[in-house]
């Protein structure tokens, strides 16, 4: 089909051919603690998770699912000691991703070395290092522990996976400098809108209010009654932490959301998000329980809404942009430093760059057309 004179063309361009280099998360740690392997499909592969019988805590094996013998499925087998077991010959291979034992041979070969992935446990999740340059995993660039999170301080984990199938994990990470979507698809007045990138971290600076014109169970955080004051810092390419500030009819409430992600292939991702909430003073467990119960359940609806955004739309590496859309371009040229050789990072990739959108236009509009709803919609009931 060929463009009209003076259209501009829509560039849907090509997923990247590598995965991003960086810390990734595999879930809470709990999750694999129990004494089976566990498979987890991420980079176009299936990996191996489990953890050594004799190891401490927070020690695990991360390896290639497939045993370099025969290919048998790792994640089939059994934990025996230390050693994940094929169950196609009982090869047994180790966290270092050494073949340890071959019950039936006299000797293991030499070169009986598989790929390993080293790990971490930060804030009660499972962390591993991806790198295709197959560096050694940089503990700089690891998120920060979160002071009193996994003690009686806060409520235990509420920790959602939905898989996303059709779209690259860059439109999840599109969201950091999106402010107008926060009107339109979850329901919100952003009235302050900030972002700051640096180095390998990048942060949104964002306060909002719901809007009166939509019911508090539209989903998203369309309560008029709720008004959000947010950080949110993605450390490295999969894993944002999102301290928020909620108060609820001047019910303040301290949370902290945890947005990670593992690319599973070209055009998808498994979406991994988890809530935690400062138990305030005064309220037994179970009020606690309730109120984390049902923020997970607000921030869970935000992410199906991006969902069913991502899964409809077509992808877009020149987008037509406004002032008030924010740094588009500057984000995702810092998110392509992962996707790139370290030699290859270019200053302007990791330079400080801060942008603040103006919300002054788009809330005049957007209060006018929330009244103008609000009329309506009266003016319908009387009607009826």
């Not at 991806?130 to 806060?154: F, I």
């Not at 998203?220 to 450390?235: C, I, N, P």
């Not at 606690?288 to 077509?314: C, P």
Request: hydrophobic share 35%; with cysteine; charged share 25%.
């Amino acid at each position: 089909m060929t463009a009209a004179a003076g259209a501009r063309v829509l560039d849907r361009g090509l997923a990247p051919e590598r995965y991003a280099r960086g810390w990734h998360c595999a879930g809470l740690a709990d999750t694999f603690r129990d004494g089976r392997p566990h498979a987890i499909e991420t980079f176009g592969a299936k990996l191996v998770v489990w953890q050594p019988a004799g190891a401490d805590p927070d020690t695990f094996g991360v390896l290639d699912g497939y045993c370099r013998h025969m290919g048998g499925d790792l994640t089939q087998g059994q934990v025996k000691g230390d050693e994940v077991a094929c169950p196609f010959h009982d090869w047994r291979w180790g966290a270092d991703g050494r073949c340890k034992q071959i019950p039936y041979a006299r000797r293991v070969p030499l070169r009986a070395r598989t790929q390993r992935y080293e790990t971490v446990v930060r804030n009660g999740q499972l962390l591993f290092w991806h790198d295709p340059e197959g560096s050694a995993a940089d503990h700089d660039l690891l998120p920060p522990e979160l002071p009193g999170v996994g003690t009686d301080a806060y409520t235990e984990w509420f920790w959602e996976t939905v898989e996303i199938e059709g779209s690259h994990c860059r439109e999840l990470i599109d969201n950091v400098v999106d402010m107008a979507h926060f009107y339109y698809v979850h329901f919100a007045f952003p009235t302050s809108f900030r972002n700051v990138f640096e180095g390998t971290r990048a942060t949104q600076f964002m306060e909002s209010k719901g809007r009166p014109d939509k019911a508090a169970d539209a989903g998203g955080y369309s309560d008029v009654d709720m008004v959000l004051r947010s950080e949110a810092t993605y450390y490295g390419p999969a894993y944002m932490i999102n301290w928020l500030e909620v108060d609820y009819k001047g019910f303040v409430t301290e949370v902290i959301l945890i947005n990670c992600h593992l690319p599973t292939g070209p055009d998808s991702f498994t979406l991994q998000y988890g809530i935690t909430v400062k138990k305030p003073e005064g309220l037994d467990d179970k009020t606690t329980q309730y109120i984390a119960k049902r923020y997970a359940e607000m921030f869970g609806s935000g992410f199906l809404q991006d969902v069913h955004i991502w899964q409809n739309k077509a992808p877009v590496q020149n987008p037509l942009l406004c002032e008030e859309d924010g740094p588009v371009y500057q984000l995702r040229r810092w998110y392509e430093q992962f996707y790139v050789d370290v030699a290859d990072i270019a200053p302007d990739m990791v330079a400080r760059f801060e942008f603040e959108v103006d919300t002054t236009k788009a809330n005049e509009f957007w209060h006018e057309e929330v009244a103008e709803n609000l009329r309506r919609r009266e003016a319908e009931g009387v009607a009826g």
